[in-house]
């Protein structure tokens, strides 16, 4: 939900280039990854401090310890998508109730729902660290449905990751596709059955 661009302004400033957002991103992911494939875990904050570090050193040798939590509490006030206020209204329309689901933290996921607004939108917000796997790994998606006293078939989750609707699919979830940039899903994954340009699109593909 959260809307990554203003970072890039933010990078720039500390002697960064605009680039390094992209980069900071999939280093994190990476990491998170790689350590649930190896049977460890460690919390997105810690991965991702310590990605932006390595990447500071090499592409903005002058930021230090200052410009880098500056770059870290601007991700901690990010705001969210215009797409996503009308997207959950019409799940709340159609009487289905949201939850988020996070490699990140339920504190981040309330704390960026409350700054938009949100909150009354949301039944509740999950994380991995409640079961200590990243997704795409199938534990999370299990563990959200069974939170939320549902079969996992007869959950939906909706997602701008290929990675993550593929997970959610091969857990055994339904998944839809936010395709906000227009391009192609990854040839190596199934097509999704449900894709669309913004969060409103998808929600009600998923509800035909």
């Keep these: ?73 601007a991700f901690g006030e990010l705001g969210v998508h215009d797409d996503i206020r009308p997207g959950l209204e019409a799940a709340r329309a159609a009487g289905i109730p949201v939850s988020t689901l996070s490699n990140g933290s339920t504190d981040y996921a309330e704390s960026l729902l409350r700054r938009a607004g949100l909150t009354d939108l949301v039944a509740e917000n999950f994380s991995v660290a409640e079961v200590g796997r990243w997704k795409p790994a199938p534990e999370p998606y299990r563990h959200a449905a069974e939170r939320s006293r549902l079969p996992l078939e007869e959950v939906a989750l909706v997602a701008v990751h290929p990675w993550d609707v593929e997970g959610a699919r091969r857990a055994g979830a339904r998944a839809g596709w936010v395709n906000r940039a227009g391009g192609p899903f990854p040839n190596s994954l199934p097509n999704p059955k449900v894709e669309g340009r913004d969060l409103t699109a998808v929600v009600v593909g998923l509800l035909g």
């Design 1 to 73: 939900m959260s809307d990554p661009a203003p970072l890039r302004g933010v990078l720039e400033s500390v002697g960064a280039p605009p680039a390094t957002l992209e980069a900071w991103l999939a280093a994190t992911l990476r990491d998170g990854f790689a350590l649930t494939a190896a049977g460890g875990y460690a919390d997105f904050e810690t991965l991702a401090a310590g990605a932006l570090d390595e990447l500071l050193r090499d592409l903005a040798p002058a930021a230090g310890a200052a410009e880098r939590d500056a770059v870290l509490k």
